[in-house]
């Protein structure tokens, strides 16, 4: 089911919005329902038509659920049929090991978003889908931020106390903008070695894969996961070394490499199918915010995806940002919301990131992987530890 615009674009640029919430991903559509919540008139738009795709593994682990469950949506993954996760079956070179998981849930971008969205919209905001935003200089608007909106093929201006860029890998809404200090902001500063996101959706399921677990494939060239999801769906979502994907002749193509290799059973045609990519994973923002916007989710900064904690990213950005935004919109813009929301990003993303860049690093060298798969099938109570950081609150 489509999700139309809940108002028509003329009647956006008619009014001063308290918050516009430019991407309607986990962090923004989460952020919006939370502000909405709280009394604020908040407007969300996404350059996207409703639902859509995204390149994701859909994994979301109890850190992710604790957040949903905190801001009232314990049951939505009931609601959304959403597969429990209890397991995780690491393969290399023909070898696995099965490493027992918090129970989390498997559920598409395509389902989630929408829902969150939806949730955003019956918390009283607006939504304005299929939609471009360009964040304006602060000239002569010391009291709100001004975007440019292309709807439809025509141009719109609207205006909110506060802007919340959440426009995920590939965003710009913010570059060229002046920042705090009068310079120039430019664009996400990308990893050079980081590798490339690819993913599809597989409308049916192999032999050889039961719900409940996350199929982890490792080699040099990158990691595959694949995870049962609503509607028995199969998620595949995989990172990539970018120079691989070339020579393999596409991602799909490295991808069934990658899965035959480790030993899992391939989808017939699976590197024919409509494979979808993202930009360089590893990435950082030049900074989070500047006057009167804060920058979170992806379009903040992210690392290579591996352990599920992408989704907990998202969604605690959103409610740490939310109170920081309510108070400028309310109470008028003060650079030590700024400061205060640089900390909470540290304290609640950055160094929540540090768990999937070494795991990256290990994925890199495919004997310290294999030797860490063999250990791991003998001793799988060795991983403990290292779930036990990743899903602390």
């Not at 615009?5 to 009647?11: D, I, M």
């Not at 593994?57 to 109890?62: D, I, R, T």
């Not at 120079?243 to 030993?263: M, R, S």
Request: glycine share 12%; charged share 20%; proline share 6%.
């Amino acid at each position: 089911m489509s999700l139309d615009p809940t108002l028509a674009p003329e009647l956006a640029a008619s009014r001063l919005w308290d918050v516009v919430v430019v991407g309607a991903g986990p962090a923004g559509a989460m952020a919006a329902r939370e502000l909405a919540r709280r009394g604020a008139a908040v407007l969300l738009v996404d350059r996207a038509q409703f639902p859509r795709y995204k390149v994701c593994g859909g994994c979301l682990n109890p850190r992710s659920l604790r957040l949903l469950s905190q801001a009232g949506l314990g049951d939505l993954m009931n609601r959304l049929a959403a597969v429990p996760l209890t397991n995780l079956r690491l393969a290399a070179r023909g070898s696995y090991a099965d490493v027992a998981l918090p129970t989390g849930a498997a559920v598409s971008r395509e389902t989630l978003d929408a829902a969150l969205v939806r949730e955003a919209i019956a918390a009283g905001s607006a939504f304005l889908p299929g939609t471009t935003a360009s964040l304006q200089p602060t000239h002569g608007t010391a009291d709100r931020r001004i975007l440019h909106l292309r709807y439809a093929g025509r141009d719109h201006e609207v205006e909110g106390r506060i802007v919340l860029a959440a426009n995920g890998l590939g965003g710009k809404l913010e570059e060229h903008v002046d920042g705090p200090d009068g310079e120039t902001a430019t664009g996400p500063v990308w990893d050079p070695h980081s590798r490339v996101g690819a993913g599809v959706m597989i409308p049916r399921v192999a032999d050889g894969y039961e719900s409940g677990t996350i199929y982890m494939a490792c080699a040099a060239e990158g990691y595959v996961g694949q995870v049962v999801v609503e509607d028995c769906h199969l998620d595949v979502g995989a990172a990539l070394d970018p120079l691989a994907v070339k020579g393999a002749g596409g991602p799909g193509e490295l991808a069934a490499k990658i899965i035959a290799a480790a030993g899992f059973p391939l989808v017939p045609e699976m590197a024919s199918l409509p494979w979808k990519g993202t930009p360089h994973l590893t990435r950082q923002a030049p900074r989070v915010g500047g006057v009167r916007h804060f920058v979170l989710g992806d379009a903040a900064g992210y690392v290579e995806p591996f352990t599920g904690e992408g989704m907990a990213w998202a969604l605690a950005g959103a409610t740490q940002v939310a109170p920081l935004a309510l108070r400028g919109a309310s109470q008028g813009w003060d650079d030590d919301l700024l400061v205060r929301w640089r900390t909470a990003y540290r304290r609640f993303v950055t160094r929540r990131q540090f768990v999937c860049r070494m795991s990256a690093r290990v994925l890199r060298w495919p004997q310290l992987t294999s030797v860490a798969v063999r250990v791991l099938s003998v001793m799988p109570r060795l991983a403990r530890p290292v779930l036990g950081v990743m899903y602390r609150e």
